[in-house]
């Protein structure tokens, strides 16, 4: 790709970069490990849903 991902969620909103750096920055998911993303309906929870899946985390999320 052209585009670096951060410049591509940019265009997306603060929510989607919210979710870049509080995912890659402080998370730090890993192939194969779990991560539990609550409220995972929103935007936020479900941009960070799969920026970790793309980094090869099993994604659990919670609604409600």
Do not use: H, N
């Not at 509080?22 to 730090?28: E, I, N, P, R, S």
């Not at 309906?41 to 409600?64: D, F, N």
């Amino acid at each position: 790709l052209p585009f670096s991902l951060p410049s591509m969620l940019s265009a997306l909103g603060i929510s989607c970069m919210t979710a870049y750096f509080a995912t890659l920055d402080v998370a730090w998911p890993r192939k194969g490990e779990r991560m539990v993303i609550s409220s995972a309906a929103g935007a936020l929870g479900s941009s960070a849903g799969q920026i970790a899946k793309r980094r090869g985390a099993r994604i659990v999320g919670t609604a409600g």
